[in-house]
């Protein structure tokens, strides 16, 4: 059972348990046994809810779409429930709308939940399509079941009218007795008149009929009325369960099995007649195929010849990649391993003569077992999913302990360097199969190479090693039989290991291989990643290892290389499945899914280097002593050598947008295209707006500026990568990506606020996501990651220098199960914004302990009693409206206890995380307002003529252009290489770089600002420009996160210790 066996239909793959031949599945049996008593009741009709019950429901649809189309998750599911019965959904299935005016109002409702346009015409094109709605084959064979037995059947469904009038019903109506439709009746499920409408048509009274619905509020109003219902999350179990309750059996037959594909078919005579000989069966009765509806890659089918039942194994047909669909090393593992006490299945024999059946293809026993498709294991306990994982794992050990030279498989595969084979292998397979550039893929076939572990055991490797491909006993935690060995060679253990953890990784409502990452593992029982992995190595005796990302980076690329090969196959029909399409649109998931793992391994590298070695500080662009070779398959598009994720995906020194990747790039210009068509034209009524009585009032303009910037994707976009690796709260930009946007929002004083990219906002989240708790973070950093409240920070204080953050006096005092806050603060930015909501406040919660020890932060909701704003600051005259600076008296604040960040004593550590990335945004800005003030001037001074020559020829002018111009460059490239520092490095280690940026960054734009001023003349002190504000800004962000005084003075310090750069000597020469 190959990966290329994911894409089965949905109602098989969800299947919680299943019956399993030895390399596929097989007769049904149960884990957990049904128990009932006293006989089968006088039932005379089953019900069925349609969506979710006999055809996949919206919801399994929309998840699977929004994968596809990069919609966020659970969209769609919101959006049919926003409002209730007053909602679009609910009105278009009682009939009350059209179509059209359906998709409208969906879409509307869709986009505003997404922040981002949706298609909801696609989704709605894809739930109606024939290739989506197709009945459950198990639910089709229980309806026929259940009519020969002779009960009624009926559809008893929320539906609603197409474009073209009729109902949508994708059913064969033959099969029901009645069928009951809201968009026809006017009402719906489950208001308890549709449900006696649908017992009077079918004459029963409401304890003869059994219901199945997926919803639960439906089976509850179909309770209350006196019907037995039936809860359908998986079509098979609910149809274990309704054949427990009629009594008789409603599965015939072979299950998960189909009549064999046209395009798959099979010569019948020449195989039973090669059957009759191999097995020396000379019985009646016609031989038996079916195909099995999984398997992507060898096509695989159930034969009943007589009284013996077999699976057999096949080569797909048509020109195949090189080395691939290898039936034959999967026909020799199995026997080689079987003999050395493997459970694997039972094989018979390999016919590699293709005269038979068209291809070579092998043969083994059919035999009964288990199957779980879905690792999260549904209907079982935890401690039975513990014990299915750690007979997972322990089986795995077997295989990898299993003595090369006593089997006769020391010359299965190439002993060592595995992965670096095996990163060629799936190259060359990628590039034979690709149909289109995927840059994640690209960047992965660069990286690989490059980080490959430097010590690899050598052990048989299953290659494909998922729970899904290991048959279970039906009353134990039992391995029986490990299936499908296509991929099995000699290599590197851990690979293995990795791959067994790919449903770790992947969401549940991933479409084709379903996984648990959004579920909590630890109320599940099943093994979390470290857990499972530490078992392994116990049972093997090996110590653990550091590069597990790098596994699951490499696993995750291979699984991507697999699914193109599928899909490219089946653009010629020659996959097995009639699925394999969708196999297209997932290999770019797998592929960025590959790429996360890639970066974090880079993170860890840098990360876990030696503290006691000094860091080798680079000032070239790109660090490496020596150009790297480019790896096999490598399309290379420029001289630059190939970058590692301390480079490319952490963030190069990249100097100018043009060296931005593909993803960053559109970002940048997107950006561009807003600030020009959106905030630059809005500024005047902005600022008049910030001079108005209403100033203190948020602008509507800025709130629905936010809102198309929310639509176009330019939001949240500071958080750092290595702040958010799994880019759970933002876009999962490196701060050298970041900087460059950033110095874009610079150059509008407005524009910050729109892209949700302000400070103090950006510090607060950045120290919710760092170190707040998840009962932190759903109060505030929800919240403010969508816009909905601000917050402010409360260090400063008036009456000592808060340039030291030890001199802070506000206390912080315990009191039972709270804090109570007492202190007097100022410049507090935001504070008087109505949208405050947050207050971080930072006060000492124990003088007496060391001096960095003595400080906590705690957080503060702005309704709490005892707060008083005495009054807003003005900078230069400027209010800064609607969020100003307060000047702030906290009196007996009382928090619960809960609501300290990160506990106590730890203040001043918060405080340094949370201002390197700050520092590195205000710098950024402050080259925005450099670079607008410089565009300024260059305009005024060609337009303006003085003493009888245009000011553009006058020399004292272009001297301040070119001052200006090599002094943005000059500050520009300095910070750029304090955030690349960050990236690569950490914030620690960019230290001195930090500090250098605030000192020459604000100064810098203070002097570029100036020119400008000076060259507007009088308009330059004015409103009617920008450049008051900017002048007035760049001069206050000399002592904001600390003065130059603080930061000159560290710099001075920290070159004082590096004895490397002392290499004159300090005697004068003679």
């Known amino acids: 059972m190959s990966i290329r066996r994911l894409f089965q239909p949905s109602a098989l793959h969800w299947a919680r348990r299943t019956a399993a031949m030895t390399s596929t599945l097989g007769r049904q049996q149960g884990v957990l046994r049904w128990t009932h008593s006293g006989g089968r009741r006088n039932y005379r009709a089953v019900i069925f809810d349609m969506g979710g019950v006999l055809v996949p429901s919206p919801g399994t649809v929309a998840a699977e779409w929004e994968v596809q189309n990069r919609v966020p998750s659970g969209t769609i599911v919101k959006a049919l429930i926003r409002d209730g019965d007053s909602g679009p959904w609910m009105r278009f299935m009682r009939g009350e709308m059209t179509t059209e005016a359906f998709l409208e109002e969906f879409g509307r409702v869709c986009s505003e939940i997404a922040k981002t346009s949706v298609p909801v015409e696609s989704f709605f094109s894809l739930l109606t399509s024939e290739t989506v709605a197709k009945p459950f084959p198990v639910m089709t064979q229980a309806i026929s079941q259940i009519r020969a037995g002779g009960l009624q059947t009926a559809v008893l469904t929320n539906n609603f009218c197409l474009s073209n009038g009729k109902s949508f019903l994708p059913l ?197 077992g288990i199957i779980y498709k879905d690792p999260s294991l549904p209907g079982l306990e935890p401690r039975q999913r513990q014990a299915i994982y750690t007979a997972m794992n322990q089986v795995l050990c077997r295989i990898h302990s299993v003595d090369l030279q006593a089997t006769g498989l020391d010359d299965f595969g190439k002993q060592g360097d595995y992965i670096r084979r095996q990163v060629q292998t799936w190259t060359k397979q990628y590039r034979a199969a690709e149909t289109s550039s995927i840059p994640a893929m690209e960047r992965l076939i660069q990286w690989l190479p490059l980080h490959l572990p430097r010590q690899q055991r050598t052990t048989v490797v299953h290659g494909d090693f998922r729970l899904d491909n290991l048959m279970f006993h039906p009353e134990k935690a039992e391995v029986l039989a490990v299936l499908d060995w296509e991929l099995s060679t000699l290599g590197d253990p851990f690979a293995d290991v990795a791959y067994s953890c790919l449903a770790h990784y992947l969401p549940s409502s991933f479409p084709m291989l379903r996984g648990f990452r959004d579920q909590d593992v630890t109320q599940l029982g099943i093994p979390a990643v470290e857990e499972y992995f530490r078992m392994y190595c116990l049972h093997m005796g090996l110590p653990p290892i550091d590069n597990w990302n790098f596994y699951m980076a490499f696993s995750f690329f291979r699984v991507a290389a697999i699914l193109q090969g599928v899909y490219k196959r089946s653009l010629t029909g020659q996959a097995s499945s009639a699925t394999a399409k969708q196999s297209g649109k997932l290999t770019e998931f797998m592929a960025e899914l590959a790429w996360d793992f890639a970066t974090k391994e880079g993170f860890r590298v840098f990360k876990e280097m030696p503290a006691a070695k000094p860091l080798v500080r680079s000032y070239h662009a790109w660090a490496g002593s020596q150009p790297r070779q480019t790896p096999t398959g490598v399309r290379s598009h420029s001289t630059l050598a190939a970058a590692s994720p301390a480079q490319e995906a952490k963030g190069g020194l990249i100097i100018s947008p043009e060296g931005l990747s593909p993803r960053v790039r559109k970002l940048y210009d997107r950006l561009l295209q807003f600030m020009e068509q959106n905030v630059y034209p809005l500024e005047p009524e902005l600022q008049r707006h910030q001079a108005s009585a209403d100033r203190w009032t948020p602008s509507p303009l800025i709130e629905d500026l936010k809102e198309k910037a929310k639509a176009e994707g330019l939001w949240n976009l500071f958080l750092p990568l290595e702040t958010d690796p799994e880019k759970k709260y933002g876009a999962g930009l490196t701060n050298v990506e970041y900087a ?115 400080q906590s932060m705690v957080l503060v909701p702005m309704d709490t009693p005892g707060i008083n704003v005495i009054r807003p600051l003005s900078v230069y005259g400027l209010e800064d409206a609607p969020g100003g600076h307060g000047e702030v008296h906290f009196k007996d604040v009382r928090v619960p206890k809960e609501n300290i960040v990160l506990g106590p004593g730890r203040g001043f550590e918060i405080a340094q995380g949370r201002l390197g990335p700050g520092r590195i945004h205000h710098c950024m800005r402050l080259i925005g307002y450099s670079e607008r003030a410089l565009a300024l001037m260059k305009t005024r001074v060609m337009s303006r003529t003085a003493f009888g020559k245009p000011l553009v020829e006058q020399g004292t002018i272009l001297a301040d252009i070119a001052r200006s111009r090599v002094d943005i460059e000059q500050a520009r490239l300095l910070v750029l290489k304090a955030a690349h520092l960050m990236d690569v490095a950490g914030n620690k280690a960019a230290a001195l770089e930090i500090a250098m940026i605030k000192m020459v960054a604000p100064s810098m734009a203070y002097q570029v600002i100036d020119r400008a001023v000076q060259a507007f003349g009088a308009a330059g002190l004015s409103s009617d420009y920008p450049l008051a504000q900017f002048f007035a800004w760049a001069r206050a962000l000399r002592f904001a996160d600390g003065p130059d005084e603080v930061h000159r003075l560290t710099v001075a310090k920290m070159e004082m210790k590096n004895p490397g750069r002392l290499q004159a000597p300090a005697a004068p020469r003679v």
């Open 172 to 368: 064969d109506r033959k099969q029901f007795d009645v069928v009951v439709e809201s968009c026809l009746e006017g009402i719906c499920k489950p208001d308890p008149r549709i449900y006696q409408l649908c017992l009077q048509r079918l004459s029963l009274q409401p304890a003869e009929a059994i219901f199945l619905d997926d919803l639960g509020p439906n089976l509850k109003a179909a309770a209350r009325l006196g019907i037995h219902t039936i809860k359908v999350d998986h079509p098979e179990t609910a149809v274990k369960e309704l054949e427990a309750l009629l009594g008789f059996p409603l599965c015939v037959g072979i299950p998960n099995t189909r009549p064999v594909r046209k395009a798959m078919e099979i010569p019948k005579d020449a195989l039973e007649k090669y059957l009759k000989g191999l097995l020396g069966t000379h019985g009646t009765g016609p031989m038996e195929i079916l195909q099995f509806d999984h398997g992507q890659s060898n096509p695989t089918y159930y034969i009943r010849l007589a009284d013996r039942q077999l699976v057999l194994r096949k080569k797909p047909p048509g020109v195949l990649l090189p080395s691939a669909h290898a039936i034959e090393r999967e026909f020799r593992i199995m026997k080689a391993l079987g003999n050395a006490g493997v459970p694997v299945p039972t094989v018979l024999d390999l016919c590699e003569d293709s005269s038979i059946i068209g291809t070579p293809f092998y043969l083994m026993e059919y035999c009964p």
């Open 740 to 854: 460059h946007l950033c110095e874009v929002m610079g150059m509008s004083l407005y524009a910050s606020e729109i892209f949700n990219c302000s400070a103090p906002d950006t510090g607060n989240m950045e120290l919710l996501v760092r170190y707040g708790t998840e009962e932190q973070k759903a109060r505030w950093l929800v919240p403010l990651l969508e816009g909905r409240i601000r917050s402010c920070f409360a260090m400063t204080e008036p009456q000592v220098a808060s340039s030291d953050a030890s001199n802070i006096e506000a206390s912080i005092r315990e009191e039972g199960g709270s804090y109570v806050i007492n202190g007097h603060k100022w410049w507090i930015s935001g504070i008087l914004d109505p949208r405050c909501k947050l207050c971080v406040f930072m006060g000492k919660t124990d003088p007496q302990a060391p001096r960095h020890q003595q």
